[in-house]
């Protein structure tokens, strides 16, 4: 092993060397620079190896021949060498990738950044406390001067309040040195802390100085207006170095210093990491330029650190693992879009979008944003599931609420940035170059993240029981993504049919995960097959594909609490990306994903909750949890943001229609049954007794008999056959979960029998419409019409949809409808009841005018030659009519497995419907699908012969020849009656849509906004405003400590 | 009285200089105002290591003239907050010469030296 | 149709009827020809009536009830709402008004025709179905009447539409309107009544009368 | 019970309701002539429009939609006939309605609207839509009272299926729901007079401002179709609240009595009220017979 | 207004001054040395060989800290240069040439000068003074000639080279202490002679003479980097 006191002579030897270049030998100057930074990468990795993998404690290193406290020593253990590593990791690729800035800026700037390296070796190694001081004092200086390296008059405001900030901060700590040498007669840190001295007072301020000056020096909110304006200023580069490098430094500085105080610093350290993560991800939603904003973001993760280390005693032996896979994620990720942000050179958030002009940047930009918000499988995830379980186990609630709370506001502006840069205007003027060297670094942190997601996934507790199959899967198609669409699709297919088939005997005695993952999977293989239409390659859309539905398998899979919050994210980030893709579906992605981060951040506490007390992580522990009722509550408001309840539901109109069409079925019919399956878990688990007694299922029951109605009404209202169609999906989806509330035999039948039906239907509608829009290329239905001459085949999927969604008997709607009467008479929940039915009248309404305004009226000209809906979109329509019929005739097959799976649960022992063949009947009614089929039937083809007989000689005559009282119509615009139809509805009902909700949203969000643009104001730009920030934080802490 | 003493009359004098300097650091504009109260801080820190260092009726801790090599522990002042002092001082300076060199280049840039006219980056 | 009558009829063309093309969702250029395209330029057919019984009692169903098209040309139409009030009761000798020429198979033509409203005679009576039966109202129809030299009216309407029943008067009272039913339930009846097929036999006739008081013919030869 | 009687019972029950419908709308018709002072229509005079209509020669198609939204429409009156019992006691004359229970019927009366709003839309002319979107407007409304009268009887009899509703109520004018449960009768008997289309609530069908509404464009024999559907549909609608509220019919005679009287409920509205626009007929359903809905249902709750 | 915001910013002052008079308070006046600073006084001499304390812990003891410094001071120098530096290249400077007087009495001075700078170093580890004071000396000496000696332009070569070299066998002596005795910058290296005389205390006095060059050479260098930019205009 090589001694790491080399490490700070090469390193310093090289910086010295390299004062004598000159110009001509700039190439060989740098490369010994690299060499050097190399150099003592390897060595810190070297050590971390060994010191990981062995038993040894570390390594003392000794200056000058003689023992601490006399000299200074250095230390070498674990966790240093790990923060080494890092740090010259970082340090060789930010060399890299500052090559240019330096040829520009002369040799002298990389000497400063050999010595930057240098100082943070020193600082994370020494145990001396002046010796950090001076260390400090060298990274200070030498941030300082790279800083400018940017030049311009920006930059040097921002070098100027640096430096007063830091003098400020290091006058302090100074004081508190010196102090601290006269009261404890030492300057070495293990020496203090053996000596077992009586701590006086004067010691703690002195050590109070200390720990508050290296608290500073972490920037944290709101004494922190100087470190923001050197983020934006610097070159990215910098800030990369400054927000991985020195924050990590500093940060283990604090760790390192903590014990010397007698002080319990810890709860302060609590809430001023939350207070800094909480308030500077506020402060970010309103920042617009990108560096700041990473500024913001850097100093919310810091604040989360600290916040961390404030609560180390909660979190017991999982301390490492949690500081370790937060810290990663932050390092790499913030470092990497520092990086990227010096690729494009764009300040502004909404030009980032020129990133979508290289694909691997764009790639990597997501990567490093999930992996700061903690989206599996990054470390993050991990890192926050074990923070919050142990939390939960502590009963710090409050903490759980405030770090989900500012990750929740951190994924506002940072899914709000990906979604400009996958969807805003580019302006295709302004020339970009994708330097080959600068792209370097963020590639090597893109692997190094996959590579620790690994290692974490490894590491943590409940990591290596995950399925990830699926997961390679991905990957696997992320590599593939250059092959023609066709091939992937194919790929995908197969992929999934297969996993199908493997997965069926593990579930096959569990009707209700078949039913769920039937839904799942052959769902998703037919909407896939629509994909066959696109040409081309697709890029990013497979991938993200299979991530939606690997997610929503493993919800079917899961044993434990983990694999299925595993799943549900997995799934929500597919689902968002996917649902991005659409044209205009940026704002609606974004609140696609926020409702989601938030309803999923709702189930993790309430898997926290559930597991306070628990050893194991199984499913089944959610029905001896010993605070049901919030546990209930939260789970469930969880999964009704998926499944949209009134309240919840904004996200899902736009989202679902501004999606591609192939995309819309995957959303609305497939992923909203997600929700849904969630809910019959968690009730089966928890069992009903817990939500009965705190009348939370009555609740739950208006709440779906309101959606129902409210989604419906406004579905009716709607111009955009799309959103009318999620409208209606929020309706049933109302309906499901009032049936659901219902918690008995028939109810839980009607709720699986209409998740079934609302599978099919709407996503044959979802096609249907979707093959429309794509011929038409709009989707406002007033600009169709007459569309049943050119799309025959989509005309009859849509009829039949929405025959089977209006539960028209015979098709297999009415079966839902009629089950659902027997369960409101069962259960007694009647004016809930007439919410239903009058909500599924209202379904009439928008039926009519989506079937009307798009394939009857009045044909348009420009649509004379649009043909039927690509094949692709056809043949799972039909294979979904089929289904439909099926159903529709044989009911049973359907309703008695539900049946007797229900049966078999603990809940309802007995079955309520009796089954004659096919003839199902309760107490209070009964039904034959097949036998009323078949009088329709034959009574349909009985009439249409007399018709056929009556008038078969009728004169087929064209659009115009219609009476018009002696007129003749204008033109077919004007003739079409189809904009704003339900007018008169909405005058006599009208009031019951105001966007109530969505005004509620707004507000919150403007709330929100307007406080952060208040709030940010303290940062005035004014440098001695900052200093009078700092000296106030001082006072303040001292005055909450003393 | 204790505060008679010498060493607390250069402590407190140390202090008073740290509240002038603070007092200059957070009340001037003047970015050179700003600076000299920088350096009265460095100034103020420096005094109050010598005052710690600092013991009644010793010496300087050079081995020699009137302090002999056996007891030189009973005859000398603390040497360790002189070596610290001495490395403060070439802190201090390097930093005050980093800040005059900003303060010229922001006068380059603005031709003006009042802080509050380089607020172009906030919130 | 020659070249020149095609470019003299585009000449009364609105501007909406006249071809143009318009953009598909795909940017394909799609050629409008509104006459063609919105219309069906079809003639019709004659309907050759059954033979025997079968058509008399048809006939006698569609004697006892005439849907009359609830439409008003002239002064005269002032004369058709007192018909179903209690006074003459036009309902007992099975008379409706229908206010869709689809379902109505009677048109009343209540007094002179402007060549302007004449058009949108012809199109009401075009798009009522065979069988059909025109009752023409007062002196104005028959000959033109005080306005028989006026530059805007016709003088015999049966010029232009086979005419059943003529009632004379000016205007002709309720009570002359129901003997006129009566009129033409006696014509039905009797099988003489075929005034559709009369005007598609004789349409190359009735178009020229029309087509040549009608300066601005805009619209294709027949109705539907 | 073998199938081939039945069918011919069925085929029987349909030709008495079609020939009592045809009349009854004659006999309505008249008496309302006779109200007003006139001599008014022959009472045969429904049957010789029809007649009528279906000699008219020559037909327009608009589209094959157009030309199977009257398939449709027969289809909904004929099938909510097969699947309701039409005589207490009788299994010949019960029909279909095995198959199904009350729901079905309420649920098919939606497949005649559709058929006809399909057909009516296919022709292109936006009257019709306009009718059309009237009617499902105003249907809507029409469905929640008459939705809570059924599930007022529904726990009233603990049942869904009609011949048990009906058989619950002989015995006697006492055990009528009419007498047993006036709130939800007089709710559905509210709802009745929107569905049966009659002034104050026929601004769907409005013959000038709308010509006719729906069927604009029918004529001939798709309108004779629709006349027919019409016919069945009246007396069927009202074999269903006689079911529900009046104690069934042991017999012909006295369903031809019963049906008459509640359908002729809905004409004497209907001449004595004047037409309500859409959005008044709405808000009108939504308050009165809602709230003596919700007051049968209370009822039982309590 | 001012007023309001003085004595804001009084009372931010005032609370400072509170905080530190609870150091204050605590401060007792002292009697004896602490263990460590005994350590010192008592093994210092024999360890280092070094007469001056303050010397033998400033260059051994914490030559960690020293090593700082000098860097710090490097840092300086580096940034001062990047921060002044002009895209135009060098700049002529035109200037009165200066006076019989200046330039006679500063050829006296100058080696003078220099001369005592470099007694300053040599005898660190002997008397008051030391690598850094000596440096500081030696570049008095060198504003001295850039200020008097108008025409003569030195350039940045000569301070580079010495800086660099100076800065490398610092380090590469505190190398040779792992190498050949205790550890990192011991200065056992070097037999420690005679205790009291110049050539004793190991390395120390080749350790402090190379640090006087270095600082010399970078305090010049930061005086020239900022002399330089006198004449030149606004860069924008």
Same mark, same amino acid.
């Given at each position: 092993m090589v001694n790491p006191i080399y490490i700070i002579a090469v390193l310093l030897g090289t910086a010295f060397l390299l004062g004598l270049f000159r110009k001509k030998g700039f190439e060989f100057g740098m490369a010994l620079g690299m060499l050097a930074i190399a150099f003592a990468a390897v060595i810190s990795v070297h050590w971390f190896i060994h010191l990981y993998s062995g038993t040894e404690g570390g390594l003392n290193i000794y200056t000058a021949g003689s023992k601490p406290p006399f000299s200074i020593n250095l230390f070498m253990g674990v966790e240093e060498s790990f923060f080494m590593s890092a740090i010259n990791i970082l340090g060789l690729l930010g060399f890299i990738y500052l090559f240019r800035a330096f040829r520009e800026q002369g040799l002298k700037s990389s000497v400063l950044f050999l010595v930057l390296i240098m100082g943070m070796n020193v600082l994370i190694m020494s145990r001396d406390i002046f010796n950090l001081f001076v260390f400090l004092e060298i990274v200070s200086i030498a941030l300082a001067g790279l800083i400018y390296l940017k030049r311009g008059k920006e930059s040097a405001a921002a070098g100027f309040k640096y430096l007063i900030a830091i003098g400020v901060i290091s006058a302090m700590l100074l004081i508190g040195i010196s102090f601290f040498y006269l009261f404890a007669g030492t300057l070495n840190i293990d020496d203090y802390l053996q000596s077992n001295t009586l701590p006086v007072k004067g010691i703690s301020v002195a050590i109070f100085l200390m720990l508050i000056a290296i608290l500073l020096e972490l920037k944290p909110f709101p004494a922190n207006g100087w470190a923001l304006d050197v983020y934006e200023a610097a070159h990215p580069g910098i800030s990369a170095m400054i927000s991985s490098g020195t924050a990590t430094a500093s940060i283990f500085l604090l760790y390192k210093l903590l014990p010397l105080s007698s002080l319990d610093w810890l709860p302060y350290l609590t809430v001023i990491g939350a207070v800094t993560f909480v308030g500077s991800n506020l402060l970010g939603i309103v920042q617009k330029n990108s560096n700041r904003l990473l500024g913001y973001s850097s100093i919310g993760q810091i604040g989360l650190m600290i916040a961390i280390i404030g609560l180390a005693p909660r979190l017991g032996d999982h301390f490492n693992f949690i500081f370790v896979s937060i810290f990663i994620s932050h390092f790499l990720a913030k470092a990497g879009l520092f990086w990227i942000s010096g690729i494009i050179m764009r300040s502004n958030i909404r030009e980032w979008s020129v990133l979508r002009r290289n694909r691997l940047s764009l790639f990597m930009f997501g990567l490093f944003i999930l992996m700061l918000i903690g989206f599996p499988p990054f470390p993050s995830f991990y890192g926050k599931w074990q923070l919050v379980m142990d939390l939960a186990q502590h009963k710090s609630f409050v903490w759980i609420a405030v770090i989900l709370a500012g990750s929740f506001i951190e994924g506002i502006y940072l899914f709000r940035w990906f979604g400009y840069a996958m969807k805003e205007q580019d302006d295709e003027e302004k020339k970009i170059i994708f330097q080959w060297e600068k792209l370097i670094p963020p590639i090597v942190f893109s692997v190094l993240a996959l590579g620790a997601s690994y290692y974490t996934n490894n590491l943590s507790l409940l990591g290596p029981t995950l399925n990830l199959i699926p997961i390679y899967f991905i990957l696997a198609l992320f590599v593939l993504d250059f092959l023609p669409a066709f091939v992937k699709n194919s790929l995908v297919i197969a992929g999934m049919i297969i996993y199908s088939v493997l997965l069926y005997p593990s579930i096959a005695d569990d009707t209700l995960r078949l039913i769920f993952g039937g839904i799942f999977m052959v769902g998703g293989v037919l909407t896939l097959f629509a994909g066959y239409s696109e040409k081309g390659k697709r890029e990013g859309f497979f991938p993200f594909a299979v991530m939606m539905y690997a997610g929503l398998i493993g919800l079917i899979q899961a044993e434990n609490l983990f694999q299925f919050f595993f799943s549900w994210e997995i799934m929500t980030l597919g689902s968002y990306i996917l649902i991005i893709r659409g044209k205009k579906s940026m704002k609606h992605a974004l609140n696609y994903m926020l409702f989601s981060l938030g309803g999923a951040y709702l189930i993790f506490i309430g898997f926290a909750l559930s597991h306070i007390g628990q050893v194991t992580f199984d499913l089944q522990t959610l029905s001896s949890t010993i605070l049901p009722g919030w546990t209930y509550t939260l789970i469930a408001i969880g999964f009704l943001t998926k499944t949209a309840a009134i309240g919840l539901h904004i996200w899902l109109p736009g989202a679902h229609a501004e999606a591609e069409s192939d995309v819309s079925p995957m959303v609305s019919g497939i992923l909203l049954k997600a929700g849904v399956f969630g809910l019959v878990l968690l009730f089966l688990l928890m069992g009903a007794e817990q939500a009965e007694q705190k009348n939370l299922l009555y609740i739950l029951g208006w709440l779906g008999a309101i959606t129902a109605l409210g989604g419906n009404l406004m579905a009716v209202f709607q111009e955009d056959a799309k959103r009318l169609l999620a409208y209606s999906s929020v309706g049933n989806l109302g309906y499901i979960l009032f049936a659901l509330a219902f918690v008995t035999h028939v109810g839980w039948m009607t709720a699986l029998t209409y998740s079934v039906n609302h599978f099919l239907f709407k996503t044959l509608l979802f096609l249907a419409i979707g093959g429309v829009v794509m011929r038409v290329k709009t989707h406002n239905m007033y600009e169709m019409g007459g569309l049943i001459k050119q799309m025959p085949l989509s005309f009859i999927a849509v009829l039949i949809g929405i025959i089977t969604l209006a539960g028209i008997p015979p098709l297999a709607g009415y079966g839902g409808k009629w089950l659902f009467y027997n369960a409101v008479l069962s259960k007694g929940w009647y004016f809930q009841g007439m919410f239903i039915f009058f909500a599924g009248t209202i379904a009439f309404l928008y039926c009519f005018k989506l079937i009307y305004s798009v394939f009857l009226g009045q044909p348009k000209d420009k649509f004379r030659q649009v043909k039927e809906a690509p094949v692709w979109y056809l043949i799972p329509q039909i294979i979904l009519i089929i289904g439909i019929m099926v159903f529709s005739a044989r009911p049973d097959l359907l309703l008695k497995p539900v049946g007797t799976m229900l049966s078999q649960s ?6 309520p419907l009796n089954w004659e063949n096919v003839t199902a009947s309760t107490d209070l009614g009964y039904w034959s699908g097949y036998k009323i089929m078949l009088v329709i039937g034959v009574m349909f083809i009985i009439l249409l012969s007399w018709l056929l007989l009556m008038s078969r000689k009728a004169q087929k005559i064209k659009q115009f020849n219609i009476v018009y009282a002696g007129e003749r119509p204008f033109k077919p615009e004007t003739t079409h009656f189809s904009h704003n139809m339900f007018s008169h509805f909405y005058k006599a009902l009208g009031f019951l849509s105001i966007p109530v909700v969505s005004a509620f949203w707004n507000g919150l969000n403007s709330v929100t906004h307007s406080m952060a643009e208040n709030t940010r104001k303290i940062y005035s730009g004014n440098g001695q405003t900052y200093i009078v920030h700092i000296m106030l934080y001082i006072i303040i802490i001292y005055m909450l400590m003393f | 009285m204790k505060i008679f003493e010498l060493e607390n009359i250069s402590m407190a004098a140390g202090f008073l200089l740290l509240m002038v300097g603070i007092w200059g650091i957070i009340s001037q504009r003047n970015i050179i105002k700003m600076i000299i109260s920088f350096s009265i801080v460095d100034t103020s820190i420096h005094l109050l290591l010598v005052s710690i260092g600092y013991i009644r009726n010793r010496t300087a801790p050079i081995i020699g003239e009137g302090v002999t090599k056996t007891d030189a522990a009973t005859q000398i002042t603390d040497p360790v907050p002189q070596a610290l002092v001495l490395t403060a001082i070439v802190i201090g300076v390097g930093i005050t010469a980093l800040l005059l060199t900003y303060s010229l280049k922001l006068y380059r840039h603005n031709r003006s030296l009042e802080i509050n006219h380089f607020n172009s980056l906030k919130w | 149709m020659s070249e020149k009558k095609q470019t003299e009829q585009d000449k009364f063309l609105a501007p909406e009827n006249k071809k143009h093309t318009v953009i598909g969702p795909d940017g394909e250029e799609i050629q409008v020809d509104p006459l063609n395209d919105y219309f069906c330029t079809d003639l019709p057919k004659v309907e050759a009536p059954y033979k025997g019984v079968l058509e008399k009692f048809l006939n006698w169903a569609r004697a006892e009830s005439l849907w009359v098209l609830s439409y008003g040309t002239g002064c005269g139409s002032i004369e058709l709402p007192p018909l179903f009030s209690p006074r003459f009761d036009a309902y007992r000798f099975g008379v409706a008004m229908r206010p869709t020429p689809r379902q109505s198979g009677v048109l009343i033509i209540s007094g002179y025709l402007a060549v302007k409203t004449l058009k949108r005679v012809i199109r009401s009576y075009e798009q009522m179905q065979n069988p059909k039966y025109v009752i023409a109202l007062g002196s104005c129809t028959i000959n033109g009447g005080m306005y028989w030299d006026s530059y805007n009216t016709i003088n015999r309407l049966d010029h232009y539409l086979p005419v059943d029943v003529y009632i004379a008067g000016c205007m002709p009272r309720p009570e002359a309107i129901l003997a006129g039913f009566n009129k033409l339930k006696e014509r039905i009846k009797s099988g003489n009544a075929e005034g559709a097929n009369e005007y598609i036999e004789k349409l190359e006739w009735y178009k020229a009368n029309q087509k040549k008081i009608i300066k601005d013919w805009n619209m294709p030869t027949y109705n539907w | 019970m073998n199938i081939f009687p039945r069918i011919v019972f069925v085929l029987l029950g349909l030709f008495i309701v079609l020939n009592w419908g045809l009349i009854m709308a004659g006999i309505i018709r008249k008496i309302i002539a006779r109200l007003g002072m006139r001599r008014g229509i022959k009472v045969f005079q429904p049957y010789i429009n029809l007649i009528k209509n279906y000699s008219i020669r020559s037909q327009l198609s608009h589209g094959v939609m157009f030309y199977l939204g009257p398939v449709f429409r027969l289809s909904g009156g004929v099938g909510i006939f097969l699947f309701m019992p039409l005589i207490y006691g009788s299994d010949y004359w019960s029909n279909f309605s095995f198959t199904g229970d009350l729901i079905l019927i309420t649920y098919f009366m939606f497949f005649g609207m559709l058929g006809m709003a399909l057909g009516a839309g296919e022709g292109g002319h936006p009257y019709s839509a306009i009718g059309i979107s009237r009617g499902l407007a105003q249907f809507t409304a029409i469905e929640v009272p008459m939705t809570l009268a059924i599930l007022s009887i529904a726990i009233q009899y603990q049942t869904l299926s009609i011949s048990e509703i009906v058989a619950a109520q002989q015995g006697g004018i006492q055990n009528w729901t009419m007498v047993t449960n006036p709130l939800a009768t007089i709710a559905a008997m509210l709802s009745f007079l929107g569905a049966m289309g009659h002034s104050p609530f026929n601004v769907v069908m409005a013959p000038q401002e709308? &010509?006719?509404? &729906? &069927?604009?464009e029918y004529h001939g024999t798709f309108l004779g179709v629709l006349q027919t559907n019409r016919a069945i549909l009246h007396v069927i609608e009202a074999v269903l609240y006689m079911n529900l509220f009046f104690g069934g019919a042991s017999n012909w005679g006295v369903l031809i009595i019963k049906t008459f009287l509640i359908y002729f409920w809905s004409v004497f509205v209907g001449m004595v009220f004047p037409r309500f626009r859409v959005d008044q007929s709405i808000p009108w359903f939504l308050k009165i017979p809602l709230v003596i809905g919700i007051a049968a249902i209370v009822v039982f709750i309590i | 207004m001012k007023i309001l915001r003085n004595s804001a910013l009084l009372l931010i002052v005032g609370f400072m001054a509170w905080m530190m008079i609870h150091l204050y308070g605590q401060y007792e006046s002292r009697d004896a040395l602490n263990p460590v600073a005994e350590y010192y006084a008592v093994n210092g001499p024999e360890e280092t060989g070094a007469a001056n304390l303050v010397t033998s812990i400033v260059v051994t003891y914490r030559g960690l800290d020293t090593l700082g410094e000098v860097t710090i001071l490097f840092l300086t120098a580096a940034i001062i240069g990047l921060l002044l530096r002009t895209e135009k290249g060098s700049r002529k400077k035109s200037v009165r040439e200066s006076s019989e007087f200046l330039s006679t009495a500063s050829g006296i001075l100058i080696p003078v000068i220099t001369l005592i700078g470099i007694y300053i170093f040599m005898n660190g580890h002997l008397t008051p003074g030391g690598g850094f004071q000596g440096g500081a000396v030696l570049a008095s000496s060198f504003i001295l000639v850039l200020l008097a000696i108008s025409n003569k332009r030195i350039g940045h070569r000569l301070l580079d080279y010495t800086e660099a070299i100076s800065g490398i066998s610092f380090i590469l002596l505190g190398i040779l202490g792992i190498l050949l005795a205790g550890g990192f910058l011991d200065n056992r290296i070097l037999p420690l002679g005679n205790f009291g005389t110049l050539f004793s205390a190991g390395a120390i006095p080749v350790i402090y003479s190379l640090i006087g060059l270095k600082v010399g050479a970078e305090l010049s260098n930061v005086i020239l980097e900022l002399n330089q930019i006198q004449g030149e205009e606004e860069e924008l």
């Open positions: 603990n809940y309802f022992p007995t079955d | - | - | 709308n &010509p006719v509404g &729906p &069927p604009t | -």
